[in-house]
């Protein structure tokens, strides 16, 4: 690394130090746009979960439960590709819907290892209910965004999850 690329970047206007008791110096962290993702991101998810008011309907478990309903009979496989998680991330969030009664997995008859995956009734009630919640989440997200940028952050975000590659070297860190 050279020097220049060590040396610590002047400050954005935009970045000013927060009071006193609150002073907390990100330094590099305050333009990384993978830092601000990951606050926005957590930020988005608490939120979210304060509408719903139970823990345990992330906005992840709200994804699976969309994706499920529109690709029927969806592999996990396919489904964790789609949604953007590993085995070790989707097995147990499957495994929490299949009891609750919201998921259902069948076995394939080519593959007796893979199932298919459907929602069941109480599945669709409780998407339905989630749905609702999350077009709410996302009007507020619209306001914060303003609806003139929404489609042009959609488009970059989109660009980073398709350019940046799936699998390096710690393939299942980011699945946190």
Do not use: W
Request: with cysteine; glycine share 6%; net charge positive.
């Amino acid at each position: 690394m050279t020097a220049a690329a060590r040396a610590p970047r002047a400050r954005p206007k935009s970045a000013a130090r927060p009071a006193a008791e609150d002073a907390v110096d990100f330094g590099p962290l305050a333009n990384f746009i993978g830092f601000r993702l990951r606050l926005a991101q957590e930020a988005s998810f608490r939120a979210f979960l304060r509408r719903v008011g139970d823990p345990s309907l992330k906005p992840s478990r709200f994804a699976i439960l969309t994706l499920l309903d529109l690709n029927p009979g969806i592999t996990q496989t396919a489904l964790g590709k789609a949604c953007g998680r590993d085995k070790s991330t989707l097995t147990p969030a499957l495994d929490e819907l299949v009891k609750r009664g919201h998921v259902l997995r069948v076995r394939t008859a080519t593959d007796r290892r893979s199932y298919r995956l459907k929602l069941t009734a109480s599945g669709k009630e409780l998407l339905a209910e989630l749905t609702a919640t999350a077009r709410d989440h996302d009007d507020e997200l619209d306001r914060i965004v303003g609806k003139g940028n929404k489609a042009i952050l959609i488009e970059a975000l989109t660009r980073i999850a398709q350019e940046l590659p799936r699998n390096g070297t710690n393939e299942g860190e980011a699945a946190s």
